[in-house]
Antibody
Framework: QVTLEESGPVLVKPTETLTLTCTVS??????????VTWIRQPPGKALEWLAH???????SYNTSLKSRLTISEDTSKSQVVLTMTNMDPVDTATYYC??????????????????WGQGTLVTVSS | EIVLTQSPGTLSLSPGERATLSCRAS???????LAWYQQKPGQAPRLLIY???SRAPGVSDRFSGSGSGTDFTLTISRLEPEDFAMYYC?????????FGQGTKVEIK
């Protein structure tokens, strides 16, 4: 059974750095073309893609947030970590991690998002 | 980066009716690597369609996807009560990946 679970602080202050952890189970992050993506959703607003990391260590970031984001993985712990620096109230959102299924799908689905965590709400306020 | 524009913003329909949702890309999604997700209030999104037209495992055949290049469509053939929700398209053809702004399908 594939699961992803986000964890991290529920409240951060402006200018602080946010560190979120996605703990995965039921699959091996080392499988070919498999990856983990972070997505966020401000209250009442649309989904926003943030970053992804794949088993071959390929990483990509949201263009407008690139300077503030870092994604990394700890395969031994089955965790993917996202850090976002210089937090602002506009960064208040539910943060999700999701799996890119790689070879578990045909080629057209390698990089879609098939399993999602339940999300964690992060509020930025002083 | 590829900008996705979804229309309409809100679709008001009755159960049993057909829903047609549009997703237009600012540049061609050459490989057809476009997905559709359904999201209900308080829940994480759920994958419906990938590769523009392939249904994800366990997804009802009421849902179908079509399109290529810059124009993609999600069709719900006969709306069931559980289909009233938000729908997002996403391209994963190029980085950075991007989502559309969503279409809300509401009960008329």
């Amino acid at each position: 059974q594939v699961t992803l679970e986000e964890s991290g602080p529920v409240l951060v202050k402006p200018t602080e750095t946010l560190t979120l952890t996605c703990t995965v189970s039921g699959f091996s992050f080392s499988n070919a073309r498999m990856g983990v993506t972070w997505i966020r959703q401000p209250p009442g607003k649309a989904l926003e893609w943030l970053a992804h990391i794949f088993s071959n260590d390929e990483r990509s970031y949201n263009t407008s947030l690139k300077s503030r984001l870092t994604i990394s993985e700890d395969t031994s712990k089955s965790q993917v970590v996202l850090t976002m620096t210089n937090m602002d109230p506009v960064d208040t959102a539910t943060y999700y991690c999701a799996r890119n299924p790689g070879d578990e799908y045909d080629i057209s689905g390698y990089y879609t998002l098939d399993y999602w965590g339940q999300g964690t709400l992060v509020t930025v306020s002083s | 980066e590829i900008v996705l524009t979804q229309s309409p913003g809100t679709l008001s329909l009755s159960p049993g009716e057909r829903a047609t949702l549009s997703c237009r890309a600012s540049q061609s999604v050459d490989s057809g690597y476009l997905a559709w997700y359904q999201q209900k209030p308080g829940q994480a999104p759920r994958l419906l369609i990938y590769g523009a037209s392939s249904r994800a495992p366990g997804v009802s055949d009421r849902f179908s996807g079509s399109g290529s290049g810059t124009d993609f469509t999600l069709t719900i053939s006969r709306l069931e009560p559980e289909d009233f929700a938000m729908y997002y398209c996403q391209q994963y053809d190029s980085s950075p990946r991007t989502f559309g702004q969503g279409t809300k399908v509401e009960i008329k």
